[in-house]
């Protein structure tokens, strides 16, 4: 169950609440976010909602079923639509690319990326400084240095940044030059993470896990939610199966059934997915058809150069490309 | 390698052409099928092509690398159409539609699907006669008698039938009243099966198996090919994974990637793929996105009442938008 | 829920029972096999035994919730135990080795196995004469002609032979020279296949699918004892999975799950699990270890040139090492 | 390749030794743990060894191919056992149980935990103050103040402590309390948190992620490792498949893979692996004689009532069968 409150609600009206479900033995957690306030209930047992639905600073309450809570369908009227500064919205009603290198190297570098992607009108660039990696002898990123220089251009183009964090102690540092934070694949179930970017009020992109299920990845935007931030984007980036064609099953089956269970926006990186740069379009083409909300994508001008992830990475040509056909496909399905 | 020979090649070049191959050591199959005939080399190492080329009778030497040989993409200019005899095609230039119950179940059934399906102009209808299931103790199909039944109503409407089979037995008896031969995805390397279809001269369309590869679906039809019938479809189906919000993982990534590796037309069957009604539209219009050829796609009058599979058939209603949104969808594609 | 019959039950009491049954809307299916008579019943809803537990002719009456039927264990007191016409018996009294060369290949090759296995007082030998290879390229066997070869030098030595049987239309050929037909993990569910060894009068050894479940694999041998056949045994030879390091992940877990579910014996085939020679043995220890009642192992005097499958078979020396050690942690688990 | 320093070696030796690597375009990583000095040198192609190996103050030089370095087994002559200050040994030598409850739920429980282990001798308890949960609504655990009651205890009866860190954060809180730490599944590719480690003098257990691949656990293992600890214990506990009859795939493959691939010494988790309580002294039965070094156990006096994985944990009757047969199994797997 989920209780709105209003965002005036009085301090008499809150004892008075907690009283209720207190004798009613039923558990109650405050969730209070950059938009609203809430509590969510997790009762053992059916009650009557009556026994509550009277106090005044209740603004609404939803029967939620399920696991889920706030990241739930059940009690939204509506899909959720991210909401920036600058009127920037990203949600149902926008097809939002996403695109940049996977690792920052060089100004040069982004500088060239941010005029590829303003010709198109884009609005956010992906980049990451701090790089997880399996061995801990290949590159790692180019660190707070990378980001700030990174920051620099992107700003003074109108640049928006999405770029991964890799663990709590990052945040406070990152936070100025960041407009997105993202958890990777691999931290997709790091609570502590999660937790502490609850206490953000930056959007947050996350990743499902490498083998995690569409489940473990709604509650990890639960923990979110839970913890403060209610502004959150989910995405599917392929999943570890027995296949080895390519680099990982970009699963789209994912992106209906997200948007079936829960009220958040659905991004889709076919670059990760499934890995092999010549069916990047193929995959991405696929995934505005299956309902994405928008795409993230590897972009470079010379992906053989690239320090990471070239052999996904598409170059500039392949990355006008894959924008026009994409919108010009999204626009087929909106009609 | 592989050396296409002329059709009219002479009794003494066959003789010559053997002798050269034998001299050079390299193993080598005839491949005679209702088109053409061949002959697949294995050779170990690398040898001089020309102490073959100059014979009369060869029309042509392709270096074909990689485990498969007769389904990949290296040796053919183009992607290969089906035609059938009154000039229905399957391929890269059409977008074909395969819809109809999980199981034959009766007569006004079979009338009512037919119809439905004319509407739109759809030239195939599915519908299982023999169905294979987990347990003995489950409906398995009209059998024999379903299939002669539904042969007449399609055959008075100038439909076609893609209908499974399951055992080698089964071909001869069934072949009179069948278009297309399935071979579903438990059967996927029946290797003696696979074999028998290759005597067949009708088109065969082969399921990947419930974990099978991509390498081993190609290996699949490689069977029947070499066994002498080249009217080959591919059909990814979902593949088995750790994720349980849907039935199977439908594999997209698989499309792109037999498109490159084979010249074979690629279908996809999104309703055992996600196995999810609602969500099947949106499975079907990713997979036109990523390159499918065509969708093989379960439909019922009340899929509520259906003998099996129900939970993942669309109705007529909900059929009518998939066919028109698909086939926009495809022409934007097309541009 | 299984209706055990007597063996002299009368053909009025037959009336009288299916009278009875159809009464109370319960379908049934007759299951006659080598041993005794049964009537599996699959009622919708629950309803009073004693309606029919009055009827003479009726030896006993279990309920048998679950999918499976036959080879559950909810109805058997004890496990089953397999026993040959020489007394030889397989089950839970037992710890059986089959051990042999994946292919058959020369009368020397299977004389001097044979004898290598008398030596350690084994009675069974496997061996392929019919070979399932992704590839039609590859080695397929040496067929009838290697299978009377191998039953001749069998017979002489007393030893039994266990072989895959790859369709139905071959199991009259190779009956007289089989003792345990082998049901092949790409065959786990081929129905057709499982039900004509349902018609046969000795054992089937069943491997579980390349991705097959626990559930299935029970469900395909349900389908062989349904039709007649209850000489069972049920064979753990190793899942697909993401796992690169080795070629299958050999799942013990299945060995104490089988062994709870079913009343049938449980091999293990650690050769095909994990597939690399120098790791065989521990694998083989931790089967015997997680309860198996038997192993099926490969072996070749020379690994190194066995025509098929020789990077996960053991020569005679290791073979002789892990006999040894495996029916030493036999006795010290029996204790 | 793998330089081991002599622990005298002297400034200018280091200076020349770096001097000899930058000509050769040789890039190295200094690795200083708690036992040694080493250069990790990771050079793109061959060199002459001589080049260097002249050099005062260098002990040992090694050529290690594949990815991992640190934790191969390549360069190092036998495995490796870790030592206690007490004497305790963990490694080949020894058969180390590792038990406790999941989570430390009151004093009392740690109380009569301790003295059930001590009736064994073991030597190390397990048991969770901070527990990853997948969703933000569970049990999380009682933190700092139920680490230091559990220390407390442990200290009072000479047993050690293995318990959770999640994140590098709570390193230095949870140190002087703690004689492992332990790295969960959810945790494997925390690089942060798996750096952090490498600045500590104890013994750090890393599990295998939950769909983590060996290559990937021994890849998170040499982070440790190059950072400075090389007190590595790895755990195996079971991988995510597309089974469902059990929790995990306990993957007992990984044992003779780990201890072929790398020096450090394996421990296997069946409780997280199967987690089926009445499943779980086969599987610890199944790990031993797969080769493991020791076991991670989850016991609890009351499984029923515990806090967290009652399901999968054992009581203490258990417990006594378990632990006598395990060490009986070792003995004779020892001879």
Redo the contacts between chains.
């Keep these: 169950m989920i209780i709105q409150l209003k965002t005036d609600i009085r301090q008499s009206e809150h004892v008075l609440l907690h009283r209720c479900l207190d004798q009613m033995e039923i558990?109650f957690?405050h969730v209070d976010t950059q938009m609203a306030k809430y509590l969510?209930c997790?009762p053992q047992r059916d009650f009557d909602i009556r026994r509550i639905g009277h106090i005044e600073g209740i603004k609404d309450v939803h029967r939620v079923s399920g696991?889920h809570?706030m990241v739930s369908s059940n009690w939204k009227v509506g899909r959720t639509s991210l909401r920036f500064d600058d009127g920037t919205t990203v949600g149902p009603n926008d097809f939002t690319l996403i695109a940049g290198p996977c690792s920052i190297e060089s100004e040069e570098q982004v500088v060239k990326t941010v005029l590829e992607l303003k010709k198109y009108g884009l609005k956010f660039m992906r980049g990451g400084v701090y790089k997880?990696?399996?061995?801990?002898?290949s590159f790692r990123g180019l660190g707070m240095a990378g980001l700030k220089m990174f920051h620099e251009v992107c700003r003074a183009h109108n640049i928006k940044i999405v770029t991964e964090v890799?663990?709590?102690?990052q945040i406070d540092e990152m936070y100025p030059y960041v407009d997105v934070f993202q958890v990777g694949a691999?931290?997709s179930?790091?609570?502590?993470?999660l937790?502490a970017l609850g206490a953000v009020d930056k959007p947050v992109l996350i990743k499902r896990?490498?083998?995690g299920?569409?489940?473990?990845l709604l509650?990890s935007a639960?923990?979110v939610f839970?913890?403060g931030n209610e502004k959150l984007l989910l995405c599917e980036r392929g999943?570890?199966?027995?296949?080895?064609?390519?680099r990982n099953?970009?699963?789209?089956?994912?992106?209906?059934?997200l948007k079936?269970k829960s009220h958040l926006p659905v991004i889709v990186d076919p670059s990760h997915?499934?890995g092999?740069r010549?069916?990047i379009e193929?995959?991405a083409?696929?995934?505005?058809?299956?309902?994405a909300d928008g795409l993230l994508l590897e972009v470079h001008e010379t992906p053989e150069r690239a320090a990471t992830d070239g052999q996904q990475t598409i170059n500039f040509q392949e990355f006008e490309s894959l924008v026009s056909k994409t919108r010009?496909?999204k626009d087929?399905?909106n009609k």
């Design positions: 558990p957690y969510v997790t696991p809570k997880p990696r399996t061995s801990p002898y890799m663990e709590s102690e691999r931290n179930q790091n609570f502590n993470l937790e896990g490498i083998s299920s569409i489940d473990e509650h639960e923990y839970k913890n999943i570890r199966t027995f296949e080895k064609a390519y099953t970009l699963d789209l089956n994912a992106v209906p059934i079936e997915g499934i092999i010549k069916h193929a995959m083409l696929a995934s505005v058809a299956s309902g010009c496909l087929v399905l």
